[in-house]
């Protein structure tokens, strides 16, 4: 893994300490994780889902988002969707908080973005 990756990601929030100590040290396979992390779809049928008011759907690729976030050690996405996942766990759709449903989307939306940027980079 590159050293100024690592760098960018730690100064981001990631636990990359951690993550490497799951990936045995390997940096390279925790590196090739990431860029796969690029293409997860997660993140947008998330959005999709929100958007169109299907929040079990939602909850799915929530619930999902977190565990491979959580994985890659990127502490400042997974922490928001790790809060959507709850808002949205079991919820008819006049349960579901829309306010902090949308504040954890912001939230979420800045750090994907972020993390997004410097995996691609």
């Known amino acids: 893994m590159d050293e100024l990756l690592k760098q960018?990601?730690?100064?981001?929030?990631?636990?990359?300490?951690?993550?490497?100590?799951?990936?045995m040290g390997n940096e390279a396979l925790f590196a090739k994780f990431l860029l796969k992390?690029?293409?997860?779809?997660?993140?947008?049928?998330l959005v999709?889902?929100?958007?169109?008011?299907?929040?079990?759907?939602?909850?799915?690729?929530?619930?999902?988002?977190?565990g491979v976030s959580a994985n890659l050690g990127l502490d400042p996405v997974c922490k928001p969707v790790s809060?959507?996942?709850?808002?949205?766990?079991?919820?008819?759709?006049?349960?579901?908080?829309?306010?902090?449903?949308a504040a954890q989307r912001t939230v979420?939306?800045?750090a994907y973005g972020r993390f997004m940027e410097l995996i691609g980079n």
């Open 37 to 45: 992390f690029k293409d997860d779809k997660n993140y947008a049928g």
């Open 83 to 101: 809060a959507l996942t709850e808002l949205l766990r079991g919820k008819a759709a006049s349960e579901v908080d829309m306010e902090q449903v």
């Open 8 to 23: 960018k990601l730690i100064e981001n929030g990631a636990d990359v300490e951690g993550t490497l100590h799951r990936f």
């Open 48 to 66: 999709e889902s929100l958007d169109q008011g299907n929040f079990e759907e939602a909850f799915k690729y929530a619930h999902t988002l977190k």
């Open 108 to 110: 979420l939306e800045e």
